[in-house]
């Protein structure tokens, strides 16, 4: 496949992400509006891998990038093209380089309304709608007080139960990707446990202009709303992100009083299968972690 994308006299040459400079990556992110800092960046590079398009002068002008999980699975995120890239094709060659390096793998992706018909094009199909709820947080209203467990900051013991629960409800081995996450400075969550074991989880950690809440992971609202709250009601008046599946109900409603509107949306998408998201009940995912990984 070819290495060098030529448009007009403007040329660009596919590098790995891993060589390219990280502010250049950072002022890729901002030309487009993308919240990631050079941190956020520098995380994604560290668990995934994929490709930028560099022009001679050692400007960024797309990339593409892709995260395992396990050997059959992948998510595809970070696709950002240059406007005069993007009009003219760039997109979709830097996506057809990630598509040979991921061959074999299933892969899933969370679409803007900008790139979606680039991955229609690449054979990916809709799936969900997943809701970006942001804004400067405010006040969240009282909730029921859990009566039924015991709502605690996560311990390190804790971690086999909260891995083996996440396996179950999202269908893939995130334990790499979850070791980093907890990994990152400031990084902070809480468990919902009760006396037959770990029944919920939230983190939350620092990303793009504040905070974002993600993921969580629950069988009800009531128990996601118990996981997520001390991270509401220690941020009061900070900016907090957090990107659900939810519309209605209680967990829907405390997101909306406490500031955290629709800001907006992404479509779930996927190829080769759909999203290996368990069926079983009872747990399901009430906040991705994050557009780019799921």
Known sequence: MNDVFALDSFTVSRQSVEEADLAALHALSVSVGWPHRAEDWQFLRSYGDGFVAVDASGRVQASAMWFPFGDDFATVGMVITSPRLQANGGGAWLMQHVLEQTRGRALGLHATR????????????????????????????????????????????????????????????RAALLALLFGQAEAEAYVLHREDGLAAYALARPFGRGTVIGPVIAKDDDDAISVVMPHLQSRVGTFVRLDTGQTDGPFAQLLVLSGLTVFDTVTRMSLGRAWPLSSQPPHRIYAIAAQTIG
Do not use: C, K, M, W
């Not at 006040?139 to 311990?155: E, F, N, Q, S, Y």
């Open 114 to 173: 900008a790139a979606h018909r680039l991955y229609r094009s690449q054979g990916f199909a809709d799936e969900a709608t997943i809701y970006q709820n942001q804004g400067v947080l405010a006040a969240p209203p009282a909730a029921r007080a859990v009566t039924d467990g015991t709502v605690r900051p996560l311990l390190r013991s804790d971690l086999p139960d909260l891995l083996a629960l996440d396996r179950r409800t999202t269908g893939t081995d």
